[in-house]
C-alpha cells in the first residue's frame, strides 16, 4: 500500500508541469506564427535566436520528462501485476481495489505522457518556424546590405571618376602655368637686354640734348 501511495505522489504534479509548459511554448509558438516573415516592423515580434534557443531547451525538458513518465509507467505496470498475482492468490477485495486505483493511475500517466508528446511535436514545428523566420530575416538583411554597399560603390566611382577630371584639369592647368611662366621669363630677359639700350637711347636723344643746350 505505501508504494501505491508513493507512486500516487510521484505523479500528482504532472497536470501543473505539463500546463506550464504548454504555455511556455504558446508564447513562442504565437511568435513563430504572426510575425512577419520579411522586415520587422515597430509592432510586430521581436524574434531572435533567443527564442530558438528556449524552444530547445524546451524540448530538452519535454524528452526528459517523457523519460521520467516511461519509467513511472513501468513501475505502476510491474505493480499492477504483481497486485494481480497478490489478489489472485488471498483473493483480498483490497487488492483488487488498489488494482483499479493503479489501473486509472496508469491511465493517467498515459494521458500525460499523450500530452507531453503533443507538446513536443508541435515545439518541434515551433522550432523550424523560428529558425525560418531568422534564417529570411538574415538573408534579407544580407540583401540589403549588398544593394546598399553596391550603392556605396557607385558613389565612389562617380568620386573617383570626378577626381580624375579634377586632377586631369588641374595639370593641364599647371602645364600652362608653367607655359606662361617660360614666356614671362622670356620675356623678362628681353626686358633686361634692352633696358641699358633704351635707357642710353632716351638720354641722347634729339630732345633731351636740345633741352640741355637751352639751358
Given at each position: 500500500m505505501l508504494h501505491v501511495v508513493l507512486l500516487f505522489a510521484m505523479g500528482a504534479d504532472w497536470k501543473d508541469y505539463i500546463a506550464h509548459v504548454r504555455q511556455e511554448v504558446d508564447g513562442l509558438d504565437k511568435k513563430a506564427c504572426f510575425s512577419r516573415v520579411g522586415r520587422q516592423h515597430k509592432y510586430?515580434?521581436?524574434?531572435?535566436f533567443e527564442d530558438s534557443q528556449r524552444v530547445q531547451n524546451?524540448?530538452?525538458r519535454l524528452l526528459r520528462a517523457l523519460n521520467v513518465l516511461d519509467a513511472h509507467l513501468?513501475?505502476?505496470e510491474g505493480c499492477k501485476?504483481?497486485?494481480q498475482s497478490f489478489s489472485d492468490r488471498i483473493h483480498s477485495h483490497d487488492g483488487k481495489?488498489?488494482?483499479l486505483e493503479l489501473h486509472a493511475h496508469s491511465a493517467h500517466l498515459r494521458a500525460?505522457?499523450?500530452a507531453v508528446s503533443a507538446i513536443l511535436d508541435r515545439s518541434k514545428s515551433t522550432l523550424e518556424l523560428l529558425l525560418k523566420i531568422l534564417e529570411?530575416?538574415?538573408?534579407?538583411?544580407?540583401?540589403?546590405?549588398?544593394?546598399a554597399l553596391h550603392k556605396d560603390i557607385e558613389t565612389m566611382r562617380d568620386i573617383a571618376?570626378?577626381?580624375k577630371r579634377e586632377n586631369e584639369t588641374l595639370v593641364k592647368l599647371a602645364e600652362q602655368g608653367r607655359k606662361d611662366g617660360r614666356a614671362l621669363k622670356a620675356l623678362s630677359v628681353l626686358g633686361t637686354l634692352y633696358l641699358p639700350a633704351t635707357f642710353t637711347a632716351v638720354c641722347f636723344s634729339p630732345s633731351l640734348l636740345m633741352h640741355r643746350e637751352d639751358d
Open positions: 510586430d515580434f521581436i524574434v531572435t524546451l524540448r530538452e513501468e513501475v505502476v501485476a504483481y497486485c481495489e488498489i488494482l500525460h505522457r499523450r529570411y530575416r538574415n538573408d534579407e538583411s544580407l540583401t540589403r546590405n549588398g544593394v571618376y570626378h577626381s
